[in-house]
């Protein structure tokens, strides 16, 4: 069974930095993009980014470009999302997110291999002074 | 980026009703539209890929429609359990984009 489980609450100042684990289970950790996804309290979903687990090899929205950072750890299955310069708009639940087929079967270009079957309970990151 | 426009934002059934949410494109998006089901302080669940396809254990009552720009996601007799705020996602092009979702309650 497919579990992804996120890292608990944070608060944090203006300014401050955030980083958020994603642990992963239940599956070939390598053979399945995981994004990033946010909800601000009262709002919709907003994309932020995308990594390839095998490669490393990374995507993020325009709007997050030099201060959103993803990562991944192989040796626990873990993807990391940090986002640093963090101001009161950054307010929000975020979420990791496993697209659900393997992106050996996916033809289209990476970053829209978007299909999230498969998500994180979310982490509140509040961001107050 | 593309844009994704819902109608409506909330509406209110009775069990028995036909519910239907209206997703919109702001460019032609073929048939590469998601929806999804969040309920209150839950993540959201994958209900639909390819704008028709349902997935797995999703109950038949729920359908999705549409190619283009125009999209419909319909539920045949609501239940108490279908109360949430629906999704739609197009996988189109990147970045991935949402419409702001509709809430649907029951009266």
């Given at each position: 069974q497919v579990h992804l489980v996120q890292s608990g609450a944070d608060v944090k100042k203006p300014g401050a930095s955030v980083k958020i684990s994603c642990k992963t289970s239940g599956?070939?950790?390598?053979?399945h993009y995981i994004h990033w996804v946010r909800q601000a309290p009262g709002h919709g979903l907003e994309w932020m980014g995308i990594i390839n687990?095998?490669?490393g090899i990374t995507s993020y929205a325009q709007k997050f470009q030099g201060r959103l950072r993803v990562t991944r750890d192989t040796s626990t299955t873990t993807v990391y999302m940090d986002l640093s310069s963090?101001?009161?708009?950054?307010?929000a639940v975020y979420y990791c997110a496993r697209v659900g087929t393997p992106y050996t079967f996916f033809s289209g270009y990476w970053v829209t291999s978007a299909d999230l079957e498969d998500w994180g309970q979310g982490s509140l990151v509040t961001v107050s002074s | 980026d593309i844009q994704m426009t819902q109608s409506p934002s909330s509406l209110s059934a009775s069990a028995g009703d036909r519910v239907t949410i209206n997703c919109r494109a702001s460019?032609?998006?073929?048939?590469y539209l998601n929806w999804y089901q969040q309920k209150p302080g839950r993540a959201p669940k994958l209900l639909i890929v390819s704008a028709s396809e349902l997935q797995a254990e999703v109950p038949s009552r729920f359908s999705g429609s549409g190619s283009g720009t125009s999209f419909t996601l319909t539920i045949t007799s609501p239940q108490a359990e279908d109360v949430a705020t629906y999704y739609c996602q197009q996988t189109y092009s990147a970045p991935t984009t949402f419409g702001g979702g509709t809430k649907v309650e029951l009266k």
């Open positions: 599956y070939s950790f390598s053979s687990p095998s490669s963090l101001r009161s708009d950054d307010t | 460019q032609s998006i073929s048939h």
